[in-house]
């Protein structure tokens, strides 16, 4: 059972398309929506191993020439410098006005061939091909495209929406237990704070889900990430109001990133600390019971998470809750939950209280978790 949905943004619209094997007929729904050649295939050397042929015999067989263009793996080639190169490559390669990329890979490709794409020409059109479970139900989604600077992540970007998102689920199969991990953090986010039904359909299905084999099932829990997060970036392209609901446990997440100098933790493993420690502010505040606390916790904590933070001062959490570039004028500013399934969004939280949410959080992951 495939899942298709369609997201409206100002200047039009794009379908995403979610069905086990469907990298297969790329090359037809790329002809299908009109899209022009040659394509410029943006990938990692192991994804284009395990899936550019495919891509490729797909293209060809829609009448595409494809030029494919190679990129180191690892968040720090997400750079203006990589942008540069795949430019040069592209245009080395007769990359035309008009032409198509198309980003195959995880977030880290994703942001960056769609970087590419916003700028080249001033615009070219953009597929984007997840083959993380994090860029499927996030990353892809939305139109935000970047690249890192020494100063911090994601600074130097443009919004750009895909012409088409293409999910293929069975290339999951290949991707770490890890990855996995982290991807499905940003799906229970979505629960939490959007679709308390969702939220329970994840608790009853994280084993299969983890282990990625049942196409159907992935499928469907996929589809409804993407819709849930297709109708929040609907409402809000530009990220001026309700977008800000998908920061939920960034907040803490993004000072744990920080603390740990974006090495030894996934984005998405961050987000499942800061998360942990939300759920905790939303139920001091008072705005969830204890009931949907342990349960929403305890949801997190069951997770094959390995994560040490041994010796971290929360102290220095809360200082670097600071330094994240969405703050301003001091303001510590939280998404919490207010029930299941349903958001507030908080004017300044005290440091200490902010120092106490850190507290919890390395209490239950002080130690290797794992
Ligand atoms: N634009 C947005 O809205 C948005 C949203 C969230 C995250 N992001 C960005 O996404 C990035 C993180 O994405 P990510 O977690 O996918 O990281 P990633 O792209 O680095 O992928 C994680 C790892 O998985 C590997 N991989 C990907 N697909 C695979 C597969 N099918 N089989 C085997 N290995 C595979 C990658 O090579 C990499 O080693 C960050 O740079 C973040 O800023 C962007």
Not at 165 to 178: G, H
Not at 205 to 219: P, R
Not at 280 to 285: E, I, T
Not at 319 to 335: M, S
């Amino acid at each position: 059972l495939s899942e298709s949905l369609v997201i409206r943004h100002a200047r039009g619209s794009y379908p995403i398309e979610i069905d086990a094997g469907s990298l297969k007929r790329i090359g037809q729904r790329m002809h299908d929506h009109g899209l022009r050649g040659p394509v410029g295939i943006i990938t990692q050397p192991a994804l284009n191993e395990h899936v550019g042929e495919i891509v490729r015999e797909s293209l060809r067989g829609a009448g595409y020439a494809t030029r494919t263009v190679l990129v180191p793996d690892g968040e720090r080639f997400k750079t203006l410098a990589s942008a540069e190169q795949i430019i040069t490559a592209l245009l080395q390669q007769g990359l035309e006005r008009g032409s198509t990329i198309l980003a195959l890979g995880g977030g880290v490709m994703g942001d960056l061939a769609g970087f590419v794409a916003a700028i080249l020409y001033r615009g070219v059109p953009v597929v984007q091909v997840p083959t993380s479970l994090l860029a499927m139900v996030d990353a892809s989604i939305g139109g935000k495209t970047a690249v890192n600077h020494t100063s911090g992540k994601n600074l130097i970007g443009a919004f750009h929406q895909p012409s088409l998102v293409m999910i293929d689920p069975t290339v999951l199969e290949t991707l770490s237990l890890r990855d996995r991990v982290a991807g499905y953090a940003e799906m229970i986010k979505l629960g939490l704070v959007l679709d308390g039904n969702y939220l329970a359909f994840l608790e009853k299905h994280q084993q299969q889900i983890l282990e990625a084999g049942e196409m159907e099932l992935l499928n469907q829990a996929i589809g409804k990430a993407c819709a849930l997060k297709a109708k929040i970036v609907e409402e809000d392209e530009r990220e001026g109001g309700v977008r800000k609901v998908l920061n939920f446990g960034h907040t803490l997440g993004h000072a744990f990133e920080l603390v740990t100098g974006y090495e030894h933790l996934r984005h998405g493993e961050a987000v499942l600390l800061g998360m942990y420690g939300a759920i905790w502010l939303s139920h001091h505040l008072k705005y969830i019971d204890g009931d949907c606390r342990d349960r929403c916790q305890s949801l997190i904590a069951t997770l094959p998470l390995d994560v040490d933070l041994r010796g971290m001062d929360p102290g220095k959490v809360e200082e670097a809750t600071h330094l994240d570039k969405k703050v301003r004028d001091g303001q510590i500013q939280f998404v919490l939950m207010r029930g299941l399934g349903s958001y507030l969004f908080t004017g300044h939280v005290a440091p200490e209280l902010v120092r106490e949410a850190a507290e919890v959080v390395l209490q239950k992951f002080g130690g290797n978790h794992g």
